[in-house]
């Protein structure tokens, strides 16, 4: 893009250039493509490994399955009420606190920024912050999933730089007007910061979507698990298996294993084309933060 | 004193109620596990809590260290780390730079979207993947040594092929979302070095080679000194679904086997004390880095 000053000839080089690039493309594709072919295809087929390029014997059954009993919808329920309140949590608690801490002259504003920095370096770790969940009684609650990284270090200060950079003027005439500081959070700044916070939400919906390390270690009951620990234990009789720890099984739970992959991927297959640009422009907020 | 204090806060109080929460949740969730560490230095049980449990001092260090397992994770940690750092890093500068190259601008669009995608799926389905295609049963992988003739490969079950795994399928699902910074870094160079070098007959190669890449060059440096101080900071939920007793020589990590020991054993202290000491490296590290690219001239972390 940057060199195409004038209109020049198709050369070897573009050649090799796009066939390279696409290859690469479809390596990259090509695994979550397969995913969708298997849960399509009929177990016979995938047992004779004939799945390449489409789906063999072609039908719904997995996604039948899967609706049918009660795991997976639950699962997947849960996922939707713990993305969508953490992430609202998060955009909240992001949202108002980087409102006081970039007012130039907040009283302790130093003490606090510095404060909430070091956390970035210094922290307890696994076992220490279990042992706070367990204390506050949070063990199988969401709240065991949404509060303990109700604001991320990172995002808040992507935000904070952001509201630090707006014009002071828009802020003064509501000071002269008298509105307070909550008034002018609310209903001037935040809406304002639509697109910042657009960005850091993206990341904080994938990281809940996504997430199941934490839900895995705070969550006992398998009625709260998210969608991803159930995965993982579909994932663990595969290992099982392989590793010759089991007897191979019928192949159906891999077929189902990648049909809740499937509906697992839904939203952030619809979102991520749109969303890439506020991805990107999340990354290099970040970066420019610094 | 007292008093100017007092006019600060009560002159600020709209705006500290707003930081209530932040303060709360800080205090709580950050700052309440940093004290939590003393256990460490303890004998922790659930039921006698954190203060009324016995100072041991060094001892779970002095444990770990003697023992068996300290080096091994030390090991393993740092060079599943360091070969992710030192195998990984070229591939998202050298598809910025090819992509850069590319004048058709809806392929250009096409690739770069198709790129991003594996950063957006999380590491169970990561994990997910890697096992089906690697199956000695019914993977794609095995079923082609197959036909070509080879024996087939119990991948997971393999130590020598674990780092191998873990760093390939970390390429795969990162190289195009970290480009991005290159990209951002390509853009901003000066068009009219391209058309000097045009006028002078440089091929495109020649451009690349000699404008987009040393132009770029205190990016790629600075990058590559910030992901050196997180060496040791390995992205432990991988390992967690990827590994196994078969591979735990080559694949535990610190981190697994905090969490082994700690949430699997009920080892806090233990496990608190193993936790400390990976946070200190890690940490040592990340000084480092930052203090040398500060010494190189870059911006560095603060």
Known sequence: MVNNGTRRRWTLFDFALTLILGLLSMVLIYPVFYVFIVSFSDTASVARNSV??????????????????????????????????????????????????????????????????????????????????????????????????????????????????????????????????YRILFS???????????????????????SYFLPMIYLNDANLYPLQVALRE????????????????????????????????????????????????????????? | ????????????????????????????????????????????????????????????????????DFW???????????????????????????????????????????????????????????????????????LALKSMGFERIYFLAAPEWFRTIYIASDIWQFMGYEAIIYLAAIAGIDPTLYEAARVDGAKRYHMMRYITVPSIMSTIFIMFILKSGNVFRIGFEKVLLLYNPTTYEVADVFSTFVYRKGLLEANYSYAAAVGLFEAIIALVMLLTANFLTKRAGGKGLW
């Open chain 1, 52 to 181: 390449f390029l489409w789906p063999k014997g072609f039908n719904f059954e997995a996604y039948r399955q899967i609706f049918e009993t009660a795991r997976i919808p639950r699962a997947y329920l849960n996922t939707v009420i713990y993305t969508g309140v953490g992430t609202g949590i998060n955009l909240l608690m992001t949202a108002v606190a980087a409102y006081p801490l970039s007012r130039p002259g907040l009283f302790g504003r130093k003490f606090f920024v510095l404060a909430i920095v070091l956390t970035m370096f210094i922290n307890g770790g696994i076992i220490p912050t279990y042992l706070v969940v367990q204390k506050l009684h949070l063990i199988d609650t969401i709240w065991a999933i949404v509060l303990p990284n109700a604001i991320w270090t990172f995002e808040l200060l992507i935000i904070k730089s952001f509201y630090e950079a707006m014009s002071d003027a828009i802020r003064e005439s509501a000071v002269v007007e008298g509105a307070s500081e």
């Open chain 1, 188 to 210: 001037l700044i935040m809406p304002l910061s639509k697109p910042a916070l657009a960005s850091i939400g993206l990341f904080y919906f994938m990281g809940h979507w996504n």
């Open chain 1, 234 to 290: 579909m994932l663990f009789f595969d290992v099982a298996r392989q590793t010759g720890l089991t007897e191979r099984a019928s192949l159906a739970p891999e077929i189902i294993k990648n049909a809740t992959i499937v509906i697992s991927m839904i939203p952030v297959l619809v979102i991520y084309p749109f969303a890439q640009k506020y991805f990107a422009k999340g990354v290099m907020l970040g970066s420019e933060k610094g």
């Open chain 2, 1 to 68: 004193m007292h008093t100017t204090i007092w006019r600060h806060i009560r002159r600020d109080r709209q705006l500290l109620i707003l930081l209530i929460p932040c303060i709360v949740f800080y205090a709580l969730f950050r700052y309440g596990p940093i004290y939590g560490l003393v256990i460490a230095f303890k004998d922790y049980d659930l039921y006698t809590g954190i203060l009324k449990s016995d100072w041991v001092g060094l001892a779970h260090f002095r444990r770990f260290f003697d023992g068996p």
């Open chain 2, 72 to 142: 091994l994770l030390f090991k393993n940690t740092f060079l599943l780390g360091f070969f992710t750092l030192i195998f990984s890093f070229p591939f998202p500068i050298v598809f910025a730079v090819l992509l850069n190259e590319v004048r058709h601008t809806r392929f250009k669009k096409i690739v770069q979207t198709a790129s991003y995608l594996p950063a957006f799926l999380s590491v169970v389905i990561v994990s997910s993947m890697v096992i089906d295609f690697l199956s000695p049963t019914h993977g794609l992988v095995n």
